[in-house]
């Protein structure tokens, strides 16, 4: 074990339960709740964040055949407004190593490699954060199959997401995966109306579409066979890198749920992390950074101000900027 693992009695300390798979052991859905619900009694940083979220604000905006939530959470801020850029992320502890984690936190202990634990800000009940024990680099290629199996070991009650370095995630230095219970996010339903895809291919057991007229450009993928399905992203997002230019993993977020005996992904393909106005002085200023829950259609804002501002029109505007739209998806499916 290297130092960056966290040392032996430290994780027994935090090891709330242990899910190794085998045939006896409570499912993972299970002990993700229990661990929820002692971890709001014995950690005070927990309970807040949950009181935060039930005073949390939502609206929905609808647009033209979709549809968002807006949620008003001002703990987010420290989400919403971090700083993600290489030599900032260098300089700060990393929060996602066990060694840093906060002295309350427990954690169940996933195949021996991962640490599953409860998000001290939630943006939804049950928010799970699923950290590598080790201090490896965020990369969705490297790990896919393990992704797909956490979805398999969380049942369909629950959605796996992931961000990519460059487009949303908190620690780009730290792999790690986040999990919500599943259809809390409006584009989990949207993409399962018939109208709202197109362009569907299939190749080795694996369907592979894309949304129309959802305000950004989206891949449905779908299929039964571990193998044929991580090929299937793996290729989609090699041929999202060679066609973007961003150095190391193309910029994308994805969702993944367990359904029946396969899998069903939903990928966003992203241009940028944030638009232009959240770059802004004073009262231009946007506080808008979208990660794959904001592209899954629940907007985070962490102040008042862009909570009551946010309208259809300007969600489009948004998701332009930072997203592919249908064409650009359908010009990827082409190069497939
Ligand atoms: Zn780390």
Known sequence: ?????????????????????????????????????????????????????????????????????????????????????????RRRPCFLCPDHLPPEQQAILYRDDYLVLCNPMPIFPGHLTIAHRRHLPQSLPENMITFLRFAVDFGPRMTLFYNGPSAGASAPDHLHFQAAPAGLMPVEKEILDPRKRTGARRRDGVEICRTAGLARGILVIEGREEGNVAAAVGELIGTLGRSTTSDGEPLLNILCTRTGEGWRLILFPRLKLRPDAYFREGEERLLISPGAVDMGGMIITSREKEFDALTPDLVREIFREVAFDDAAVDALLDLL
Do not use: H
């Open 1 to 89: 074990m290297t130092p960056n693992s966290g040392t032996v009695e430290g994780l027994e300390r935090r090891c709330f339960a242990v899910f190794d798979g085998a045939r006896e052991t409570v499912p993972l859905a299970d002990l993700a709740v229990a661990l929820l619900e002692r971890q709001k009694k014995t950690w005070p940083g927990l309970a807040g964040g949950y009181e935060a979220l039930g005073e949390a604000r939502l609206r929905e905006i609808r647009g033209d055949g979709w549809g968002v939530k807006i949620q008003f959470n001002p703990r987010r801020i420290v989400s919403s407004g971090a700083r993600v850029d290489p030599e900032t992320i």
